[in-house]
């Protein structure tokens, strides 16, 4: 982890546009807010374009996507191309229905994305693989390695498969994080935060390998640290801990500092 591009993202608040699904909207929002950076949700055909040639990266998730969203988010994620922003795609049940499928193919032979990020069965399924799914989560099993690398070859991008271990592929290249915990399974939105944390990240100036293990690091460090807290008896109590946790320093999530009071 490199702790200079979490200091980066919160000496420049970057606008990170989303199109995401609206049920995590608020969550989303509020994490990215504690991290540093600044969200924006605008998803709109009539200024997703605008609104992604103001912001410093683009985060497409098709969550809850409806067929009137998808001209919006190949607009933004075009736009966002064009003025050299990261753009990130996370195709969110790809493999439920032929809907979604569709759906994410219109958005990937029009946008180029920088970082594509799902779990195994969504990176799977672009890889052309079989790999069990039970809606949008992933309950198969195989060699989530040569998914990503058939995903990062044929689309020219970096990979992430969010799961126990996190598997980053870039270029030929496999870096692995093991920092998290199961709760952020059991609140909704756990993923879709983690992708706007990761379009914070890659903001900055630095390689995307820092930037990608960065933000996977970091995020399972704070749940981590959310989980350690006496008073978090569950996903209700961890949420609101793990938004807390999502503002300190990287040394204080590793026990290397003391948190401070805010009235201290």
């Known amino acids: 982890m490199n ?3 979490i200091q980066k993202v919160r000496e420049n608040i970057p606008l990170i546009h989303h199109l995401t699904n609206a ?3 608020n969550f989303v929002a509020n994490g990215t807010l504690a991290f540093g950076a600044s969200p924006v949700m605008a998803k709109s055909i009539d200024e997703a374009a605008d609104m992604a ?7 497409i998730n098709i969550g809850t996507v409806a067929a009137e969203d998808i001209p919006a988010m190949i607009a933004a994620g075009k736009a966002g191309n064009e003025k050299g922003i990261p753009v990130l795609v996370d195709p969110v049940g790809n493999a439920a229905t032929p809907f979604r499928s569709q759906a994410v193919d219109r958005i990937l032979a029009e946008v180029k994305p920088t970082v594509i990020k799902g779990n195994a069965g969504e990176i799977a399924h672009l890889a052309g693989m079989d790999w069990k ?3 949008v989560d992933s309950v198969g099993d195989g060699n989530i390695e040569d998914a990503a690398k058939l995903v990062a070859e044929k689309y020219d991008t970096a990979v992430v498969v969010s ?3 996190d598997v980053i592929c870039v270029g030929e290249r496999i870096f692995t994080n093991d920092t998290g915990h199961h709760y952020l399974t059991l609140v909704t939105g756990g993923g879709c935060l983690l992708g706007s944390i990761m379009c914070s990240c890659l903001s900055t100036d630095d390689s995307i390998e820092e930037q990608l293990l960065t933000a996977v690091e970091f995020y399972g460090l704070a749940a981590e640290y959310a989980v ?12 609101a ?5 999502l503002s300190m320093d990287a040394a204080i999530l590793k026990g290397e500092k ?3 009071s805010i009235n201290s």
């Not at 040639?53 to 985060?59: I, P, Q, S, T, W």
């Not at 350690?228 to 949420?239: L, R």
């Open 3 to 5: 702790e200079k591009i």
């Open 23 to 25: 049920p995590t909207m």
């Open 53 to 59: 040639k103001n912001a410093d990266a683009v985060y």
């Open 133 to 135: 799914v039970k809606g």
């Open 163 to 165: 799961g126990k271990t």
């Open 228 to 239: 350690a807290q006496d008073h978090v008896k569950g996903p209700g109590t961890f949420m």
């Open 241 to 245: 801990t793990f938004l807390d946790a």
């Open 258 to 260: 003391q948190h401070e």
